[in-house]
C-alpha cells in the first residue's frame, strides 16, 4: 500500500457526461501527478500539481482539468467524454516539487469506462 | 528528446528461472532519474528503485538486481530464481533533473509458469 488513495476504483458512464476523480496523497506529499494508462497510448503524464499551484502540464486535453485544494487532495475532472477517454487513471504523490531525487508513489488507479 | 524504450513486450519464464528486463533510454540531460516500476494483475504500480544518473553503482535487493550502464544507455533489471508472484507487467521510467513528470516505456509483461 502506498499510502495515496484514489476513489472510485470503477467508474462506468456514457458518452458526452462529465465525471470526477478523486485523488489523496500521502501523508506529507506536496505534489500530485495525473497519469492516464491506455492501450494505444500507454502510460502518459497528464499534469502536475504542487502545493496547490499547477507545475507541470503534459498531453492534458482540454476537456480535462485538474486541481487541488487546500488540504492537498486533488480532482481530475473530465467532460464531454468519449469512447476513447476509456483509461486507467493514475495519481501518483511524492514529498516535493518533483525534480532532483523525489519519488512518485502511485495510487491503485480509477478505471474508467466510457460506453 | 527523452525516450525509454523496453523492446520485450513479452516475457515467458518457468519459475526458478533467471530472466532479464531490459530497458534502453534517451536523454539530452547529464543529470536525470531512472526508475523501475510493478504492475501486478491487480492493477496498482508499485515503486520498485530509483537510480540517479550520476551513481553507476548496481543495485541488488534480494532477488532483484539493477544494471546500470551509462555508456549504453541502458538500466536492466534482473530477477533471479524467479517466482509466479513475479508475473507483472514491468515500466522502466525516465525523469529529468528540471522536471517532474515521468517518461515511461511500454512495459515488458513476464509471465512465470510454475
Same mark, same amino acid.
Given at each position: 500500500? !502506498?499510502?495515496?488513495?484514489?476513489?472510485?476504483?470503477?467508474?462506468?458512464? =456514457?458518452?458526452?457526461?462529465?465525471?470526477?476523480?478523486?485523488? !489523496?496523497?500521502?501523508?506529507?506529499?506536496?505534489?500530485?501527478?495525473?497519469?492516464?494508462?491506455?492501450?494505444?497510448?500507454?502510460?502518459?503524464?497528464?499534469?502536475?500539481?504542487?502545493?496547490?499551484? *499547477?507545475? =507541470?502540464?503534459?498531453?492534458?486535453? *482540454?476537456?480535462?482539468?485538474?486541481?487541488?485544494?487546500?488540504?492537498?487532495?486533488? *480532482?481530475?475532472?473530465?467532460?464531454?467524454?468519449?469512447?476513447?477517454? !476509456?483509461?486507467?487513471?493514475?495519481?501518483?504523490? !511524492?514529498? =516535493?516539487?518533483? *525534480?532532483?531525487?523525489?519519488?512518485?508513489?502511485?495510487?491503485?488507479?480509477?478505471?474508467?469506462?466510457?460506453? | 528528446? &527523452?525516450?525509454?524504450?523496453?523492446?520485450?513486450?513479452?516475457?515467458?519464464?518457468?519459475?526458478?528461472?533467471?530472466?532479464?528486463?531490459? @530497458?534502453?533510454?534517451?536523454?539530452?540531460?547529464?543529470?536525470?532519474?531512472? +526508475?523501475?516500476?510493478?504492475?501486478?494483475?491487480?492493477?496498482?504500480?508499485?515503486?520498485?528503485?530509483?537510480?540517479?544518473?550520476?551513481?553507476? &553503482?548496481?543495485?541488488?535487493?534480494?532477488?532483484?538486481?539493477?544494471? +546500470?550502464?551509462?555508456?549504453?544507455?541502458? +538500466?536492466?533489471?534482473?530477477?533471479?530464481?524467479?517466482?509466479?508472484?513475479?508475473?507483472?507487467?514491468?515500466? @522502466?521510467?525516465?525523469?529529468?533533473?528540471?522536471?517532474?513528470?515521468?517518461?515511461?516505456? &511500454?512495459?515488458?509483461?513476464?509471465?512465470?509458469?510454475?
Amino acid at each position: 500500500d !502506498s499510502g495515496v488513495t484514489q476513489t472510485p476504483k470503477h467508474l462506468i458512464t =456514457a458518452t458526452g457526461q462529465r465525471v470526477t476523480l478523486r485523488c !489523496s496523497p500521502r501523508s506529507g506529499d506536496l505534489s500530485v501527478y495525473w497519469y492516464q494508462q491506455s492501450l494505444d497510448q500507454g502510460l502518459q503524464f497528464l499534469i502536475q500539481y504542487y502545493n496547490g499551484e *499547477e507545475r =507541470a502540464k503534459g498531453n492534458i486535453l *482540454e476537456r480535462f482539468s485538474a486541481q487541488q485544494f487546500p488540504d492537498l487532495h486533488s *480532482e481530475l475532472n473530465l467532460s464531454s467524454l468519449e469512447l476513447g477517454d !476509456s483509461a486507467l487513471y493514475f495519481c501518483a504523490s !511524492s514529498v =516535493a516539487t518533483g *525534480e532532483g531525487p523525489d519519488t512518485q508513489y502511485f495510487g491503485p488507479g480509477t478505471r474508467l469506462t466510457v460506453l | 528528446a &527523452q525516450k525509454v524504450t523496453q523492446a520485450q513486450t513479452e516475457i515467458s519464464v518457468v519459475e526458478k528461472e533467471d530472466v532479464t528486463l531490459d @530497458c534502453v533510454y534517451e536523454t539530452r540531460d547529464t543529470t536525470y532519474y531512472l +526508475f523501475w516500476y510493478k504492475q501486478p494483475p491487480s492493477g496498482e504500480l508499485v515503486f520498485l528503485i530509483r537510480r540517479n544518473s550520476f551513481d553507476e &553503482q548496481n543495485e541488488i535487493s534480494g532477488r532483484y538486481s539493477w544494471n +546500470f550502464q551509462k555508456s549504453t544507455s541502458s +538500466f536492466n533489471f534482473t530477477i533471479t530464481a524467479s517466482q509466479v508472484v513475479d508475473s507483472a507487467v514491468y515500466f @522502466c521510467a525516465l525523469r529529468e533533473l528540471s522536471g517532474g513528470k515521468l517518461i515511461f516505456g &511500454q512495459g515488458t509483461e513476464l509471465s512465470v509458469k510454475p
